[in-house]
């Protein structure tokens, strides 16, 4: 019985026994693998796949193809020129089984490119990814627009390490009194923090607490 199967964007015709090189599997030498694409199975074409037939296979090693020299030279571009060698790395392995049907439940490691993303990879990323698009509990505090006829608010050059063009920073994200800073919450400071871009300033210098004393 021979099967075609279906690996690294390559077709292969196998039979019981053969020796195969397929291009690098997620797999370490010993170890058994099952090819899911199956194209066909004998006489039985799929359609397109041959649903639950597999192929097995033992990973006898991971080798490295023949050499390959790769030669660019741009016509008229003498200074254009480059020449590389490439070996594209290759499993070596043998074919054990031709599973008919049944290949779904055998238990058997799926053949998986060491390049690939597994189902299980992807699937353990999504809860990740999820948290990360998640919104944040505490935000960064929003600004209070100043009434029309309030003044234009405190020195803010007067907290430690703070100057003209940190001033302005300030301004821009609409705080200008220390009433303001002093009231932020660990959190909030924080939140600031990350948003003007500080890495950890706000902390480092205590301005929440030189704003509580300055605006008294």
């Known amino acids: ?11 292969y015709k196998v039979q019981s026994g053969d020796l ?6 997620a797999a370490d030498a010993g170890e058994t693998v099952q090819f899911n694409d199956i194209l066909m199975v004998g006489a039985t074409v799929g359609t397109p796949l041959v ?10 090693d991971q080798i490295k ?3 390959v020299i790769h030669y660019v030279k741009r016509r008229r571009k003498h200074s254009s020129q480059r020449r590389k060698g490439h070996r594209q790395q290759l499993t070596l392995l043998r074919v054990t089984e031709i599973l008919e049907s049944g290949a779904d439940k ?3 490691k799926a053949a998986i490119g060491a390049g690939s993303v597994s189902a299980p990879a992807v699937a353990a990323a999504a809860p990740k990814k999820a948290a990360k698009a998640a919104p944040k509990a505490e935000e960064a505090p929003k600004a209070e627009a100043p009434a029309a006829d309030a003044p234009a608010g405190d020195d803010l ?12 920073k300030f301004h821009e994200a609409g705080i200008t009194r220390f009433a303001q800073i002093a009231a932020w919450t660990p959190e909030q ?3 600031m923090d990350a948003r ?7 902390e480092k210098e205590g301005w929440v607490a030189q704003a509580k004393d300055l605006a008294k």
């Open 1 to 11: 019985m021979f099967a075609v199967l279906k690996t690294g964007g390559k077709q």
């Open 51 to 60: 649903e639950g037939a597999g192929v097995q296979a033992e990973v006898i």
């Open 65 to 67: 193809g023949e050499k």
């Open 157 to 168: 050059k007067k907290l430690s390490g703070v100057g003209p063009a940190m001033e302005k």
């Open 20 to 25: 195969l090189r397929v291009e690098k599997l």
């Open 189 to 191: 400071a924080n939140a």
């Open 106 to 108: 055998s238990g058997v």
């Open 196 to 202: 003007m871009g500080l890495k950890g300033k706000i």
